[in-house]
């Protein structure tokens, strides 16, 4: 298996502009987690899915975020209009039981 | 609340010392328990995990770690460091619903 698939792996945007971040989980995995790394605050927990539907987003930061999965093996994170505070390195992880994780390489994003 | 700790923010140790890095839980009952690695650049990796039973569980690359109730901890060791062990280390726990906590990280440094 090719493992969780993100993209872009990297991203650089202006203030105010719209940001898609894609993920692709684990074929078989109904679970989805994305996640949001910053040396500041280390990971957080954004919002997960299981079986395509959104479980729990209560640590979406604000409503700029917004993420989807219309089908078993995608999701997008969005943000807009992006800010530079939403500088980070975005995860996207799966699983089959919701305990043990797997992750994808992340999307570092930078909003100038 | 459940929450992970993690004392040592970073640690260094000589190439083919031995590893210990240190992670308390607070929960009441004991909850799923995981060890990760993130090398930079990269997601996070699953080494080991500990969900009931032989309190000693083994996991990849040489590492183990040891449960112990009494003293609400989960520590991980490795008996001979590789300079390719460079990276941060995350414990993590899950109470067996859906959100999986992280601690802060440990940033392991291995020196020649």
């Known amino acids: ?26 074929s078989g995995h109904d679970y989805l987690f994305w996640y949001r790394q910053t040396m500041m605050r280390g990971l957080e927990l954004l919002i997960y899915f299981n079986n395509n539907v959104p479980i ?46 797997y992750f994808g390489p992340g999307t570092r994003l930078t909003v100038t | 609340a459940q929450s992970v700790t993690q004392p040592d923010i970073h640690i260094t140790v000589s190439e083919g010392a031995s590893l210990e890095l240190r992670c308390n839980y607070s929960y009441g009952a004991t909850p799923y328990l995981f060890w990760y690695v993130q090398s930079p650049g990269q ?18 690359k040489g590492f183990e770690a040891e449960f112990k109730r ?41 020196k020649a």
């Open chain 2, 43 to 60: 997601g996070l990796q699953l080494l080991l995990k500990y969900f009931s039973g032989d309190t000693l569980v083994q996991g990849i």
């Open chain 1, 56 to 101: 729990d987003d209560s640590g979406m930061p604000e409503d700029r975020f917004s993420a989807k999965m219309p089908n078993a093996s995608f999701s997008t994170l969005k943000i807009q209009p992006s800010e530079p505070r939403d500088s980070a390195v975005y995860f996207c992880a799966s699983s089959f039981t919701s305990y043990e994780q």
């Open chain 1, 1 to 26: 298996d090719a493992g969780v698939i993100q993209s872009p792996r990297h991203e650089v945007t202006e203030m105010g502009q719209e940001v898609t971040l894609r993920c692709k989980p684990i």
């Open chain 2, 70 to 110: 009494s003293q609400s901890s989960f520590n991980l060791r490795k008996p001979s460091v590789h300079w390719s062990d460079a990276a941060e280390y995350f414990c993590a726990s899950n109470t067996g619903g859906f959100k999986t906590i992280f601690g802060a990280g440990t940033r392991l440094f291995v």
